[in-house]
């Protein structure tokens, strides 16, 4: 499986609105009426620009805090290129790592500046309905294709067909997923951690797209490899003249 290198990190500190209200656990609540396999975490969407996320994330909570990843230029310092963009209701201005007690997003993009990634996490102090919470994601997504009961997975192939196999969980707050499957579409898993009978204090959401994921790391790569032939053209160059007797 490729990986996409080469992440800069860089913090911008959005203003933070001084809310009248905590927001309620129904603000977090995923919509009742949506498309099955829709491509969105709480209106966080695959495939959006760095611009676009910025503006719905703000949208869904005006305390969050902002961390943006850039990728690396060919000097290996930042470039205009967003990797991530982060967001949290957090104390403090480091954002590098969160609390987990904590709502908050990542959102992970393509050198071609698509988001193919986005981690969530949900706390309530006073608890969250598992048995709605995971009624809520077979409205919007499809029928899990899991098969523990406080674990929801819907997986599909490049064709939109569900499948047991083709996960994509392997990341979170502090990095992006590594690799792709050609072979698969989206991916997305919701995890509980269980407080009682039913109630979870806080739950996690994966959503990463192979298909978004292999244009992000091709494209990456190609960078790359264009890149390191440059510097082998200057180092020809260079050196052309210097022609010792044969």
């Given at each position: 499986?490729?990986?996409?290198?080469?992440?800069?990190?860089?913090?911008?500190?959005?203003?933070?609105?001084?809310?009248?209200?905590?927001?309620?656990?129904?603000?977090?609540?995923?919509?009742?009426?949506?498309?099955?396999?829709?491509?969105?975490?709480?209106?966080?969407?695959?495939?959006?620009?760095?611009?676009?996320?910025?503006?719905?994330?703000?949208?869904?909570?005006?305390?969050?805090?902002?961390?943006?990843?850039?990728?690396?230029?060919?000097?290996?310092?930042?470039?205009?290129?967003?990797?991530?963009?982060?967001?949290?209701?957090?104390?403090?201005?480091?954002?590098?790592?969160?609390?987990?007690?904590?709502?908050?997003?990542?959102?992970?993009?393509?050198?071609?500046?698509?988001?193919?990634?986005?981690?969530?996490?949900?706390?309530?102090?006073?608890?969250?309905?598992?048995?709605?919470?995971?009624?809520?994601?077979?409205?919007?997504?499809?029928?899990?294709?899991?098969?523990?009961?406080?674990?929801?997975?819907?997986?599909?192939?490049?064709?939109?067909k569900a499948t047991v196999s083709c996960g994509g969980s392997g990341f979170g707050w502090q990095g992006g997923p590594g690799g792709f499957d050609a072979k698969c579409g989206q991916a997305l898993k919701v995890?509980?951690?269980?407080?009682?009978?039913?109630?979870?204090?806080?739950?996690?959401?994966?959503?990463?797209?192979?298909?978004?994921?292999?244009?992000?790391?091709?494209?990456?790569?190609?960078?790359?490899?264009?890149?390191?032939?440059?510097?082998?053209?200057?180092?020809?160059?260079?050196?052309?003249?210097?022609?010792?007797?044969?």
């Amino acid at each position: 499986m490729a990986s996409i290198l080469g992440f800069s990190w860089s913090v911008s500190r959005a203003h933070v609105a001084v809310a009248t209200a905590l927001l309620g656990c129904a603000a977090w609540s995923l919509p009742a009426a949506a498309q099955l396999g829709a491509d969105d975490v709480a209106g966080i969407r695959l495939g959006a620009s760095p611009a676009e996320i910025e503006a719905a994330l703000k949208a869904i909570d005006p305390r969050f805090k902002f961390l943006t990843v850039y990728y690396a230029d060919g000097n290996g310092k930042a470039s205009a290129s967003v990797a991530a963009i982060k967001a949290a209701v957090q104390a403090g201005t480091d954002l590098k790592g969160i609390d987990w007690k904590r709502n908050g997003f990542a959102v992970y993009f393509g050198a071609q500046g698509k988001a193919y990634a986005i981690y969530r996490q949900v706390f309530n102090a006073g608890g969250i309905s598992i048995p709605q919470t995971l009624a809520d994601l077979t409205k919007k997504y499809g029928p899990s294709t899991g098969y523990y009961p406080e674990i929801y997975v819907r997986n599909t192939d490049t064709a939109g067909k569900a499948t047991v196999s083709c996960g994509g969980s392997g990341f979170g707050w502090q990095g992006g997923p590594g690799g792709f499957d050609a072979k698969c579409g989206q991916a997305l898993k919701v995890q509980f951690d269980p407080k009682g009978p039913g109630v979870a204090a806080s739950f996690q959401t994966w959503l990463f797209d192979h298909r978004l994921a292999q244009e992000a790391i091709q494209a990456q790569q190609a960078k790359q490899q264009a890149a390191a032939q440059e510097t082998t053209r200057r180092q020809q160059d260079a050196v052309r003249g210097n022609r010792p007797a044969i």
